[in-house]
């Protein structure tokens, strides 16, 4: 593949590390400021929720100039985030801020694919996308834990005079923050070497109503298409599962396997390994026009999850775990390349990605406010894992008779 092509991968690596290790230098923030312990979890909520208010405006702005343009503008948003954050604004605030950021951004990372690659190079590439993404997400996670922990972020800033005589930065969490500026900074020198893209897909208006209107309309043209329905319907639940999961996991390990916090975090981060595994397997096995055919691999996902019932080892649990990222992934990577190109033809990349985060992180919302509801309820973490793993084997069931039956 060209250069172009790896300077689009090395933007993508430099941000989404920033993403995932700002979230833990955000919360060892909050605990510097003695914040309450809810203000965690919802630092999530603030960053998802401009994948929602916004998916109306990111398609059209992402259709609307070069794909290059707008992930480097995405990347500088990221990088006022974390300025403010260094200079006082609040975390919940400041992470917002670069949620929108991130929102900006996610059209344009999957769109750029669909202009710059060939068909039936886009499952290939969707592999690569993926695995550096979840490659950045668990050393974002390794990176953020050592920039906040006691061995490296507090005696980097407490020794280094200079950084908090000229910009104030006087604890880990703050050192930690800036170096993750740094990591935006050099994801937007990327962007500037991005080859610029002819632009296939200007909006037709710019007024509220009409953003608004053509959304809706977006809306329903990818929900009646047949392959668009059931890519859009299989990456939701996806999203939706797999953030559920993870906290799951960390309950899990706990009350089955007997571990600490720290040991049940690194076992999310296996997960994630598996995911990267099935994506290789994926982008090199399964070509675009066969990728409804690994439907049947998110139902055997939702069994080996059920599976972890039986599981009162780390080592076997350190299998499973592997086997569910990699089916997980085996399914992800052909639908999300097949979205990419229904959504391509139909109304054009950025609209059709920003379409999917805005269900996406629908379902994130839903799945995770059933989960804390059950624990609210105090049901067993057994329960909890049979409920869920049923749930994904029986919606990933139902889609795939669904699509049989329209085929017919």
Not at 3 to 15: D, K, M, P, W
Not at 159 to 185: M, R
Not at 235 to 241: D, E, R, Y
């Amino acid at each position: 593949m060209s250069r172009g092509f790896y300077t689009i991968l090395a933007a993508q690596f430099f941000s989404s590390l920033g993403d995932n290790a700002l979230l833990f230098a955000a919360i060892a923030l909050l605990n510097t400021l003695d914040a309450p312990s809810w203000e965690i979890p919802v630092l999530q909520q603030f960053f998802v929720f401009a994948f929602i208010a916004l998916a109306p405006f990111v398609g059209p702005f992402s259709d609307a100039l070069p794909k290059g343009q707008v992930l480097f503008v995405s990347n500088l948003v990221k990088v006022v985030g974390c300025a403010a954050m260094l200079v006082g604004l609040h975390p919940l605030l400041a992470y917002g801020f670069v949620g929108i950021g991130a929102a900006l951004y996610s059209p344009a990372k999957y769109g750029i694919l669909t202009e710059y690659l060939p068909t039936d190079k886009l499952v290939w590439g969707n592999g690569w996308m993926e695995g550096l993404t979840v490659a950045a997400v668990i050393l974002g996670a390794i990176c953020g834990g050592m920039l906040i922990g006691p061995h490296i972020g507090e005696q980097l800033a407490q020794q280094s005079g200079w950084l908090q005589n000229s910009v104030g930065v006087d604890t880990a969490a703050e050192f930690a923050i800036l170096v993750i500026l740094g990591f935006y900074v050099v994801a937007a020198l990327f962007n500037l070497y991005i080859p610029t893209l002819p632009i296939e897909n200007q909006p037709k208006g710019r007024n509220l109503h009409y953003l608004l209107t053509d959304f809706w309309r977006c809306f329903r043209l990818l929900w009646q298409d047949p392959l668009g329905q059931v890519s859009l319907a299989v990456t939701s639940l996806f999203w939706g599962a797999g953030t559920t999961l993870r906290f799951i996991i960390l309950a899990w390990a706990s009350s089955a396997l007997q571990l600490n916090m720290e040991q049940a975090t690194q076992l999310t981060g296996v997960v994630a390994a598996g995911i990267a595994i099935g994506a290789v397997v994926a982008a090199k096995a399964v070509p675009l026009n066969h990728a409804v055919r690994v439907l049947p691999i998110g139902i055997a996902m939702g069994l080996v999850v059920i599976g972890m019932i039986w599981v009162s080892d780390w080592r076997p649990a350190v299998a499973m775990l592997i086997l569910i990222g990699a089916l997980a992934g085996s399914f992800l990577i052909p639908m999300n390349a097949l979205l990419q190109y229904r959504g391509h033809q139909i109304m054009g990349s950025g609209h059709s990605i920003a379409l999917q985060n805005f269900n996406e992180n629908l379902c994130i919302l839903l799945m995770l406010g059933a989960y804390a509801l059950m624990v609210q309820a105090e049901f067993a973490v057994s329960t909890i894992v049979a409920v869920f793993g049923l749930f994904v084997s029986v919606t990933m069931g139902w889609l795939t008779h669904r699509h049989l039956r329209d085929q017919d």
